[in-house]
C-alpha cells in the first residue's frame, strides 16, 4: 500500500514540476489555458481524489468538517482563481505528510507487536504415542511439553527439568539469561537457551500471561491522556470554526467596499486569502503527533519492560510526588538467607548450624529451607528423627543424634522454660533460636535480602524529585527501620496487614497536595494499589491481579524501572507539549501573516504539512532515546 501511495505522490510531483518548469521557460503550447488546466488536474487526480474520497466518507459519517473537507475545498479553490501549481501542490505535500505519518505510526505498532507477539505457532507434546506437534490452542492443561534450545516456550507452565536457562528479553527486556529450576513458573515467550527443557502446562493459550499482557499494551490507546482528549474535542469545534472564518475573511470586505468608498475589493485576492487561512488552519499536526507522542511513550517503556495500561497513566505518573512501596518482592528479593550465626558457649557456630539444619531439614516454611541451603553438604551423623513436632507459631521439636532439640523463637524457649540472652529481642531480621537438652544453643539471624538495585531506584527516585518515599511492610518494625535506614528511606512502618496499608496511604491522600503512587506485588498489596493515584505491580507477569489491579506493571521486578517509568512518562508529556506549541505558534503567524496578504499558499502547505511533519518526528524521536 505504500508503495503504491508512494508512486501517486512521484506522479503527481513530475507533473507538477514540469508544470512549473513548462510555464518558467513559456513554452507556447502550453500557454494555452485549457492545456494548463488538463495538465494540473491530471497531476492534481492521483493525489487529490483520495483526498475527496475521504472528504466524502467522513461526511457521510456525520463529520463535515473535517481535514479532509479543508484541503479540498482549498485545493477546489486554488482551481476557481486559476492558481493550478498551487493547488495541485495542497494536495501533493499534504500526501507526503500523510504518508511520513502512516509510516511512522506503523512503525510504532510493528515495535510494539514484534516485542510482545512472540507467541509461537505450534506447541511440542509429550503423549503416550511420543511427541506431537499441535497448535497451543489444542494443548491441555496439565500435559507436558518440550523446548528445545534455541525455541520459544509456547505455553505458560511449571518447569519439569532440573535446572535450565532461558533469555527473557522479550517479555522482561533483560539481556541476561534467567535460571528456572524445577517446580518454578516458566512463561510463554521465553527462549531456551542451554538444553531441553520439559514444563507441564499451567494455563491455555488464551491465558497466558504473554497474551494478557499483549492485549494490554494493544487496548492501551483507548485510555486517552487528558491532553489527548482535549485535542480531540478542540479539533471539532475548531475545524468549522476556521472555516467560517475563512468565509468572513472573503465576505466581510466585500461588505465594506459596498459601505465605504474607495475601497477598491478583489474577489479573487480575498478568495486566495481565504484560501491561505483553510490550509494553514488544518489541524493535522494536533490530530496525529499528540496521539502518536502517547503511543511512543508506551512504546519506549514497553521495550524496557514497564506495562502502561493507557495514555492517561502515562501523564497521571508525571504529577506523582508520594511513593509508597512495599517491603517484601519489592525492595526485597522474597528470599531468605542466613546472615549470622552467633553459638553460645560451648558450640561452635558449624555445630549450631548443623543441628538447626537438621532439625528444619523436613519444614517447608521459607526460613527453614534458608537454613538448610546455608548447608548444602550435611555431616552424616547429624540426623534428625522422623517424629518431629512442628508448633505453630513457635517452632519445632525434634531430636538430633538422640538429643532433644527446640528451633524456633523466644515464646518456644520460653514456653520449655528455656534461659536465653534477653537482648536477642532487639536484634534485627528474623531470628531462629536454639536450645539443646533444655540448654541454650545460640541464633541464628535470617533476613529477606535486598534487591541489588533498591537503594538505587530510591536514589533515583529523589533525583526526580519526589519529595516522599515511604515503605510499609508486615514485618517486624526492628527489620522494616533497619532496610529504610540502609536503602535512605524516610519513613517506614512496620507490623502492617493489608487493611494498615490502605489506611496510611488514606492518610496520605486526605492531603490534596499529594500524589501517591504505591508500589506492590499485586497480590496481598491489591486494595492499596487500586486505592493510589497510580497503582505500580512488580513482577506482574505471572499474576492476574497484578494485571487488573495495577495501572503500571513492572515486568522486570526491578524496583530501579520506577524512576525510569516517571522519567518516560515526563518526557512524553514534554514531546507531547512541544507539538502542541510548535504547531500553534507556526500556524497562528501564517494565519495572521495569510489574512494581511503576505503569505501564499506555499507558505500555508508548509505551515500544515511541514509542521505536520515535525511534530511526527518529534513524537517518534522518544522511541529512540535512552533513559
Given amino acids: 500500500m505504500q508503495k503504491k501511495e508512494m508512486l501517486k505522490i512521484a506522479v503527481s510531483f513530475v507533473l507538477l514540476a514540469a508544470g512549473i518548469f513548462l510555464s518558467a521557460a513559456d513554452v507556447p503550447f502550453f500557454r494555452d489555458g485549457r492545456i494548463r488546466l488538463v495538465w494540473y488536474l491530471a497531476a492534481y487526480v492521483p493525489v487529490g481524489v483520495p483526498v ?3 472528504a466524502w466518507e467522513t461526511m457521510r459519517s456525520g463529520e463535515i468538517f473535517s481535514e479532509f473537507t479543508l484541503m479540498s475545498v482549498a485545493a477546489a479553490g486554488a482551481f476557481l482563481i486559476g492558481e493550478y501549481p498551487e493547488g495541485v501542490a495542497v494536495m501533493v505535500f499534504y500526501a507526503v505528510g500523510e504518508l511520513f505519518q502512516d509510516r511512522a505510526v506503523s512503525r510504532a505498532k510493528r515495535s510494539i507487536g514484534a516485542l510482545l507477539d512472540v507467541r509461537p505457532e505450534t506447541a511440542a507434546v509429550v503423549r503416550e504415542k511420543g511427541i506431537e506437534t499441535v497448535s497451543p ?13 534455541g525455541e520459544r516456550v509456547p505455553l505458560d507452565g511449571i518447569s519439569e527439568s532440573d535446572a535450565a536457562s532461558f533469555d527473557t528479553s522479550a517479555l522482561t527486556g533483560e539481556s541476561v539469561p534467567r535460571r528456572i529450576g524445577r517446580g518454578e513458573e516458566v512463561l510463554a515467550g521465553m527462549i ?4 531441553v527443557c520439559r514444563i507441564r502446562v ?3 493459550a488464551g491465558g497466558s500471561a504473554l497474551s494478557r499482557i499483549l492485549d494490554l499494551v494493544r487496548n492501551a490507546a483507548d485510555r486517552k491522556a487528558p491532553a489527548e482528549l482535549f485535542i480531540r474535542k478542540f479539533a471539532r469545534i475548531y475545524t468549522p470554526a476556521v472555516m467560517a472564518a475563512a468565509a468572513l475573511i472573503v465576505a466581510v470586505p466585500w461588505v465594506w467596499s459596498l459601505a465605504a468608498s474607495g475601497f477598491d475589493y478583489d474577489f479573487g485576492d480575498w478568495l486566495y486569502r481565504g484560501l491561505v487561512f483553510l490550509v494553514v488552519s488544518c489541524p493535522c499536526a494536533l490530530v496525529v503527533s499528540v496521539p502518536l507522542g502517547y503511543f511512543g511513550g508506551i512504546g519506549a517503556a514497553s521495550r524496557r519492560g514497564i506495562l502502561f495500561k493507557g495514555s492517561n497513566y502515562l501523564d ?13 518482592g519489592t525492595l526485597t528479593k522474597g528470599v531468605f538467607e542466613v546472615q549470622q550465626v552467633v553459638p553460645a558457649e560451648g558450640f561452635s557456630e558449624k555445630q549450631l548450624l548443623e543441628t538447626v539444619a537438621a532439625t528444619e531439614m523436613r519444614s517447608n516454611h521459607p526460613l527453614a529451607r534458608a537454613i538448610v541451603r546455608a548447608l548444602p553438604e550435611m555431616t552424616p551423623v547429624f540426623h534428625s528423627s522422623s517424629d518431629a513436632k512442628e508448633i505453630p507459631g513457635l517452632g519445632i521439636e525434634t531430636t538430633v543424634n538422640g538429643k532433644e532439640v527446640l528451633a524456633g523463637n523466644a515464646k518456644l524457649l520460653g514456653h520449655y522454660g528455656v534461659d536465653f540472652p534477653p537482648e536477642t529481642d532487639g536484634i534485627p531480621g528474623t531470628i531462629v533460636l536454639c536450645a539443646v537438652e533444655r540448654r541454650y544453643a545460640g541464633y541464628i539471624v535470617v533476613a529477606d535480602m535486598p534487591k541489588e538495585d533498591a537503594r538505587d531506584a530510591v536514589a533515583g527516585l529523589r533525583k526526580e524529585g519526589i519529595r516522599r518515599i515511604v515503605m510499609l511492610s508486615g514485618d517486624r518494625q526492628a527489620i522494616v527501620s533497619r532496610l529504610a535506614a540502609d536503602l535512605g528511606i524516610g519513613q517506614a512502618y512496620g507490623d502492617l496487614l493489608p487493611e494498615g496499608k490502605v489506611e496510611r496511604i488514606e492518610r496520605l491522600k486526605a492531603d490534596p497536595a499529594n500524589v501517591v503512587a504505591f508500589v506492590g506485588d499485586g497480590i496481598n498489596d491489591a486494595p492499596a494499589l487500586a486505592l493510589s493515584d497510580v497503582g505500580i505491580a512488580m513482577g506482574g507477569l505471572g499474576s492476574d491481579v ?7 506493571i513492572v515486568q522486570t521486578d526491578q524496583p530501579g524501572r520506577i524512576p525510569m517509568a516517571i522519567r518516560i512518562g515526563r518526557a512524553t508529556r514534554r514531546i507531547v507539549m512541544q507539538n502542541i506549541v510548535l504547531a500553534f505558534a507556526v500556524k497562528l503567524a501564517v494565519l495572521a ?6 503569505a501564499t499558499l506555499w507558505e500555508a502547505v508548509f505551515a500544515d504539512v511541514g509542521v505536520s511533519l515535525l511534530a511526527v518526528l518529534n ?6 532515546k535512552r533513559f
Fill in 52 to 54: 475527496l474520497r475521504e
Fill in 137 to 149: 490452542a489444542e494443548v491441555r492443561i496439565g500435559e507436558t511439553i518440550e523446548v528445545r534450545v
Fill in 192 to 195: 531456551a537457551t542451554e538444553n
Fill in 202 to 204: 499451567a494455563r491455555p
Fill in 316 to 328: 497521571a505518573i508525571t504529577k506523582v510526588n508520594t511513593v509508597v512501596m512495599d517491603k517484601t
Fill in 546 to 552: 497484578a494485571v487488573e489491579t495495577a495501572d503500571v
Fill in 593 to 598: 501573516l495569510g489574512a494581511g496578504g503576505l
Fill in 619 to 624: 513524537a517518534v524521536r522518544i522511541m529512540r
